[in-house]
């Protein structure tokens, strides 16, 4: 009995000596080496990544860090990045950073035009200090002629330099005529996130808000304009979103608060990850106090408590702007004017090395959750349609904002009942150049480096 007892164990031992033996233990990597890094990537990609199923089983870990992040990612996804804060050159490239204005290539139908328009120049830039302003029509870049053939290699270059020339001109008897340049110097630029204004028109009283984006602390911010509002009473609010290409989903949150002054514990909006994130429902008190930048129960002090708003879109309204749309919907008749949204119906938190001892400097924005209401509905991966189409380009020259000559501004006002003033007015169209085509937007770009971010 004892040598039959003997026996077995030694078998239990040698199996478990062998299944020891086989097995590999985790694969150590020089700190600093790009097989270091991307292992960093690859085990963080599969906890978070939204598509996570589909990362792949092998993997060539000796790549550049940026290439190897880049081949993980999911057909579908569109916006995940990652940058190396110590190292500027991996950082996306922008028109807003670089000189603080943003345009559009367009060509006429016949594509015998092309050219140049001035969308938004950032108050206190290298661009609005060159005399630069919205409007403006732009016939060469760097002494080139703007074609249909170089219009994206342009932009490019006016990316990767830290300076570069404009040449604008007039448009007169559908041709352009060159009246002067404007030579951009890289630097430092002060924005004007939001513009407030209040048109009275018809007996109606009708507050207009520009937000450029949902920048941290906006919301704050909206605060005094929604007290100047509140003060007016307001008949209707018109929301311009059209350039927002989006933010932080807090500050999207505390500016649907304003509006509606729905309670704290109001759902607002859900997040739907892998298996490892689940869902989860959020309030729009929790969402807008994510932040830390401000009290909830200020938002309900100051809010409008408005069943109805009007918003403003274009192909460049995006991420956190798409949240404030959709998000309100269960609670406030969003009223859409303008251009079909970019689409960004997913989410990210930032994913860097947390360590004391630091080893990793490369920080990730993978796409973590699917977005949806209250109500559940998302899926907006192609835009938001928006309920009246109303194009800026349909009237040129592009107006300052707020004008009531604007297109988009004066369909919002026309739903309002402010039409009949608007009328003798009358918008100052160009019909020479009808049916305009956009080329490039860099704007657009922008939309595509804005991830809506939350707090994790």
């Known amino acids: 009995m004892k040598r039959v007892y003997y026996i077995l164990n030694l078998i239990v031992f040698l199996f478990v000596a062998q299944f020891l033996g086989c097995k590999k233990d985790p694969p150590s990597y020089p700190v600093g080496s790009n097989a270091y890094v991307n292992n960093w990537i690859l085990d963080s990609l599969r906890r978070y990544y939204l598509w996570n199923e589909s990362l792949p089983k092998k993997v060539n870990k000796d790549q550049d860090p940026q290439l190897f992040f880049k081949s993980l990612l999911h057909a579908n ?3 995940s990045y990652m940058v190396n804060p110590e190292d500027p050159g991996s950082f996306p490239k922008s028109n807003r950073n670089q000189f603080g204005f943003d345009y559009s290539t367009v060509s006429s139908a016949d594509g015998k035009l092309v050219f140049g328009v001035v969308k938004y120049v950032y108050s206190d830039s290298p661009a609005s200090r060159n005399g630069l302003k919205r409007g403006d029509y732009i016939s060469k870049i760097n002494g080139q002629q703007l074609t249909a053939a170089n219009a994206v290699v342009l932009q490019n270059e006016l990316l990767i330099g830290d300076k570069g020339q404009l040449t604008l001109a007039a448009l007169e008897n ?7 340049t ?4 890289m630097g ?3 924005e004007q996130p939001i513009l407030r204004e209040t048109f009275h028109l018809n007996a109606k009283t009708i507050a207009y808000l520009y937000i450029n984006d949902f920048s941290r602390g906006i919301a704050q911010s909206a605060m005094s304009d929604f007290t100047v509002f509140k003060n007016e009473n307001v008949d209707a609010l018109i929301v311009d979103l059209r350039y927002n290409p989006g933010g932080q989903v807090a500050e999207a949150a505390g500016i649907a608060g304003l509006i509606s002054g729905l309670p704290f514990d109001t759902p607002f909006i859900i997040y739907t990850g892998n298996k490892n994130g689940g869902r989860k429902t959020e309030s729009i008190g929790q969402s807008a106090s994510g932040d830390r930048t401000l009290q909830y129960q200020q938002v309900l002090e100051t809010g409008l408590k408005l069943k109805e708003v009007y918003i403003l879109t274009s192909a460049t309204t995006a991420s956190a702007a798409e949240i404030l749309i959709n998000n309100l919907k269960p609670y406030v008749n969003v009223i859409t004017v303008g251009e079909t949204t970019r689409g960004k119906d997913q989410a990210s938190f930032v994913i860097k090395d947390m360590r004391p001892s630091k080893t990793i400097s490369w920080e990730m924005h ?5 977005l949806s209401n209250a109500l559940g509905a998302g899926d907006y991966a192609a835009g938001i349609v928006p309920q009246y189409h109303a194009n800026e380009f349909e009237s040129l020259p592009l107006k300052a904002l707020p004008s009531l000559d604007d297109p988009l501004i004066q369909h919002a006002i026309g739903l309002i009942g402010g039409s009949k003033s608007l009328d003798k007015r009358g918008a100052s169209k160009q019909s020479s150049v009808s049916s305009l085509r956009i080329l490039t937007d860099s704007k657009r770009e922008q939309t595509n480096q804005n991830i809506l971010h939350i707090n994790n």
Do not use: A, E, H, Q
């Open 366 to 370: 993978p796409i973590i959750y699917k």
């Open 182 to 185: 404007v030579d951009l110097n």
């Open 188 to 190: 430092m630029l002060v």
């Open 77 to 79: 996804d569109r916006f």
């Open 174 to 180: 559908n041709s352009l005529k060159d009246i002067r």
